[in-house]
């Protein structure tokens, strides 16, 4: 049976390491410290610190409920549908982020390119639970544009939409400008003789930084950002990210070393998305259907989750594979959003921190055949 679930009321202390985690000695190590400074808190939800450009004391929740799913079908399970502009989808995701906040959670991952913040500010609502136990993460772009005064403009809609005075967290929710409306700012619109995408990224994060000092944001990060967009601000002499948020699971571990070394080095918080792969787009649609289903390429299993080595672990610990998945994350110092609209699957990701992987599970799950990307074309490999 899965661990007993822990309350989220307030976040464990746990230390982020200053360097990548690639060893298994490293492993133990930092699960050793983990139980040192786990205290008077030891049944609370794990968190950790939000340095740079965030308030003093602000800790990041180690699981969250991510937002942003693939469905266009409510009438099915999975895909799990939460945009609301399918019919009855909006439903789903209010009921989705109602229970996860009923349940303990505390961390919600939203975002404007998601298509569904006021049903998420519904949910919100009508869990009951007061906004200063919730942990807001929202972001601007890429379905809205990039630049200084469009950024500006798009925090006012973000809060509007969920219904709050601040976000806990704000994301410049991808490095490139999407297929969008024209943008404000020149460098910007890539028809224009000013366009620049260094110079648009650049004023774009000063609109961040303006977010952030007004109070509008409690932490201001970036997201599938690589190092040569997070040198940029570096040279730029601006201040650094509070956190990063790129895809992150054991087929995309080794691939994003360069990216969490860098971020480690300048305490940046690396953010995995995407944590159990993509499963709400490997199951079966109507024949005929014209959205992209993802499978990872051989070797790989298609379905993350089906892998048999995630699945021998999981029943040497006697808990799920997402678990398994979940719990070496948060070894490697890796808080995650894994999107679920199942009550019992939230309960499963809220109880992972007593599962103790082995030094051996661990760096068999970090040297997994990895996606290279070369084979697949998902979204999730443009970092």
């Not at 943008?183 to 620049?196: G, I, L, T």
């Amino acid at each position: 049976q899965p661990r007993k679930l822990r309350s989220a009321s307030s976040p464990r202390s746990h230390q982020r390491p200053h360097t990548a985690i690639n060893t298994a000695n490293k492993m133990r190590s930092f699960i050793v410290t983990l139980a040192l400074v786990a205290t008077a808190a030891a049944a609370d939800m794990p968190s950790f610190p939000l340095l740079n450009s965030a308030v003093s004391g602000l800790r990041y929740p180690a699981v969250g409920l991510g937002t942003g799913g693939y469905g266009t079908l409510a009438n099915r399970k999975y895909p799990e549908c939460w945009v609301e502009l399918v019919p009855g989808c909006g439903a789903h995701a209010i009921a989705a982020v109602k229970n996860w906040l009923q349940l303990g959670g505390t961390r919600v991952d939203s975002a404007n390119s998601y298509f569904n913040q006021d049903s998420v500010a519904k949910g919100i609502k009508e869990s009951g639970v007061s906004r200063e136990k919730i942990f807001i993460t929202s972001k601007i772009g890429p379905s809205n544009p990039l630049g200084f005064n469009d950024t500006l403009s798009q925090m006012e809609e973000i809060k509007k939409k969920l219904g709050v005075d601040y976000v806990d967290l704000l994301l410049i929710h991808w490095p490139t400008p999407d297929a969008q409306p024209a943008s404000k700012d020149p460098s910007c619109v890539k028809d224009d003789p000013q366009y620049n995408l260094t110079t648009c990224r650049l004023n774009t994060w000063r609109a961040m930084q303006i977010i952030y000092q007004r109070g509008d944001a409690k932490a201001v990060g970036v997201s599938n950002y690589n190092t040569t967009h997070l040198q940029e601000i570096i040279d730029a002499g601006m201040p650094l990210p509070a956190l990063n948020q790129c895809p992150f699971n054991p087929h995309r571990s080794t691939t994003q070393k360069d990216t969490r070394d860098f971020c480690a080095k300048h305490n940046i918080l690396f953010n995995g998305y995407s944590p159990l792969g993509i499963p709400d787009l490997t199951g079966d649609y109507p024949k005929g259907s014209s959205l992209l289903l993802h499978k990872y390429p051989p070797p790989m299993t298609a379905n993350l989750l089906d892998e048999p080595l995630i699945n021998k672990i999981a029943k040497a610990h006697n808990c799920s594979a997402a678990q398994v998945v979940l719990s070496w994350q948060f070894s490697e110092g890796v808080p995650t959003n894994p999107r679920s609209m199942d009550p019992a699957h939230m309960k499963e990701n809220m109880a992972i921190f007593d599962i103790e992987l082995t030094a051996e599970e661990i760096q068999q799950l970090g040297t997994m055949p990895q996606n290279y990307c070369k084979d697949d074309q998902w979204y999730e490999c443009a970092p």
